[in-house]
C-alpha cells in the first residue's frame, strides 16, 4: 500500500507499506515507476522520491532512478545524486557538496573536515517536531473526528520493547494528545490517519526503537 502527497507541482512519496514474505519482488522499484508515471501523466512539474539515507540499505533504489537530485544541506541547491556524489557519501558521515568544494575535497578523498570547519557544520536538531499531520491539511489523511468516529484504541496494539500493549489502557482518544506528535496516542493517531482504520486494526505499532 502506497501513501502520495500530491503538491501543486509535484508527487511525493510518503509511505510504502508490504508485507515481508514479498521482499524479493522489490515493490520499492515497482511502486517508483508507478509514481513516475502518474507525475507525468498528470502533468507534475516533479517527483520527490523522500529521504535519502545512503547508510540505509533499504534506501539504496533510490540511486539507481536517474537524474536524481540530493538537496545540500547548507545551501538548499540540488546536486545530482551521481557517481561523484554517492562516492562522497560513502566515504564521509556528512556531505555538503558545496562546502567540499570549497575546501578543494574530490571524492576520492579521505579527508575529514578539521576540528575548525566541523565547527561550522550546522546543528541537527533532534527535538521532535511540534507539527502534526492533522494541522497539515494533507489531502487524503483522515481528520481527528474521522478517527474518532471509525476505530476504538481498544484496536490498536504497540510494542513497548518487548511487550505488546494494547492502546485503551490509555483511555479514550484525546483530542490533545492526538495532535501532539510526541505522545502514544500522537504517534499512533497520525499513523491510523495515513492508512486507514481497516489496515490499523492488523497491525502492530513497533515504538520499541528495535530493529
Known amino acids: 500500500m502506497g501513501v502520495l502527497d500530491l503538491m501543486p507541482q509535484c508527487v511525493s512519496s510518503v509511505y510504502l507499506i ?3 514474505s514479498v521482499n524479493d519482488w522489490e515493490f520499492g522499484k515497482l511502486s517508483a515507476l508507478q509514481e513516475i508515471a502518474l507525475a507525468v501523466e498528470a502533468g507534475y512539474q516533479y ?5 535519502y ?3 540505509c540499505i533499504k534506501m539504496r533504489y533510490k540511486s539507481t532512478f536517474h537524474p536524481t537530485y540530493v538537496l545540500d544541506p547548507e545551501t538548499y541547491d540540488w546536486d545530482p545524486l551521481d557517481r561523484d556524489m ?3 557519501l560513502s566515504a564521509r558521515a556528512y556531505v555538503s557538496l ?3 568544494r570549497r575546501l578543494g575535497i574530490d571524492a576520492s578523498s579521505s579527508r575529514t573536515d578539521s576540528q ?7 546543528a541537527i536538531s533532534t527535538a521532535p517536531n511540534p507539527s502534526s499531520i492533522f494541522l497539515t491539511n494533507m489531502p487524503g489523511v483522515m481528520s481527528i473526528e474521522d478517527i474518532k ?3 476504538s484504541l481498544d484496536d490498536i496494539d504497540v510494542r513497548l520493547k518487548d511487550t505488546i500493549v494494547n492502546l485503551v489502557r490509555l483511555g479514550e482518544w484525546d483530542e490533545e494528545e492526538m495532535i501532539d506528535s510526541s505522545s502514544v496516542q500522537g504517534i499512533a493517531a497520525e499513523f491510523v ?7 490499523a486494526r492488523e497491525i502492530v505499532i513497533d515504538l520499541s526503537g528495535g530493529a
Do not use: T, W
Open 149 to 151: 468516529e471509525n476505530i
Open 18 to 20: 508490504y508485507h515481508e
Open 193 to 199: 490517519a495515513c492508512i486507514g482504520p481497516l489496515l
Open 116 to 122: 575548525e570547519d566541523a565547527a561550522s557544520i550546522p
Open 86 to 88: 554517492l562516492a562522497r
Open 53 to 55: 539515507i545512503h547508510s
Open 47 to 51: 517527483y520527490y522520491m523522500g529521504y
Open 98 to 100: 558545496s562546502r567540499e
